[in-house]
Nanobody, 126 residues
């Protein structure tokens, strides 16, 4: 069992920055690929970024590429999402997710994730 706890959400102005963190507790050694997803009101949950167990491989949604950076520190059982050049359309609840399946690679499909955090609200004003 894993527990994922997000923090760092809040209100930012367009063009500003925010940093999200996700701490993993429980059987932390079982967490392989991890990712950040987001869900805006009335919309489906979508992948933002994902990272492999080693942290050396990453994947970003086109909408955030060049603006967001995902990172991982396994010694602290934590992943982060540095968000820059924020836009109002980045407004959403952001979720951290972890896959405990065999692959250590990043996972693009939400169905590949086994554990989810409660989410943290990010609101970007224009």
């Amino acid at each position: 069992q894993l527990q994922l706890t997000e923090s760092g959400g809040g209100l930012a102005q367009a063009g500003g920055n925010l940093r999200l963190s996700c701490v993993v507790s429980g059987r932390t050694t079982s967490a392989n690929g991890m990712g950040w997803f987001r869900q805006a009101p009335g919309q489906a949950r979508e992948l933002v970024a994902t990272i492999s167990w080693s942290g050396t491989s990453t994947y970003y949604a086109d909408s955030v590429k060049g603006r967001f950076t995902i990172s991982r520190d396994n010694s602290k059982n934590m992943i982060s999402l540095q968000m820059g050049s924020l836009k109002p359309e980045d407004t959403a609840v952001y979720y951290c997710a972890a896959s405990v399946r065999g692959s250590t690679q990043y996972q693009i499909d939400a169905k590949a994730y086994d554990y989810w955090g409660q989410g943290t609200q990010v609101t970007v004003s224009s």
